[in-house]
């Protein structure tokens, strides 16, 4: 019987530490599938696109985004928008969205030219959506 109590106490003691130092299943990670994709426009870094995706949140942290694309001669397939939500209490500069998408730059080896961007899982393409001043 006293065996158990030990076990409860140092099972009780690495939830409270776990609790203290944010959790130890370490950040949220959910995925998103993009839907759209918009160059830098003029001035812009032309090996850099903006890929956009399903966001249903007010806003979200620098950095809480990965996108994974493989490139070719004739196309960039991306894949899901990866978010890994900062631990509670980290620090965050929280960052404007519209409650419906967001955008998150997505850096290539070189130009987009004339290759096609498409999502990886399903090969369909994106669209291509203009962002701010006309050029």
Request: with cysteine.
């Amino acid at each position: 019987m006293r065996h158990w109590w030990i076990v409860l106490l140092a099972f009780a003691g690495l939830v409270v530490t776990a609790l203290f130092y944010g959790g130890s299943a370490g950040p949220a990670e959910t995925r998103h599938r993009p839907t759209a994709y918009s160059d830098l426009g003029r001035g812009g870094d032309p090996n850099t696109i903006m890929i956009r995706f399903d966001w249903p949140h007010e806003g979200w942290c620098s950095g809480q985004f990965t996108i994974a694309a493989a490139e070719t001669s004739t196309e960039v397939r991306v894949g899901d928008v990866v978010s890994r939500t900062p631990r509670a209490g980290g620090a965050c500069a929280g960052l404007g969205s519209d409650g419906q998408t967001a955008w998150d730059s997505l850096t290539l080896s070189k130009p987009l030219g004339d290759r096609r961007v498409v999502r990886a899982d399903d090969g369909a393409a994106l669209p291509y959506l203009r962002r701010g001043p006309p050029d």
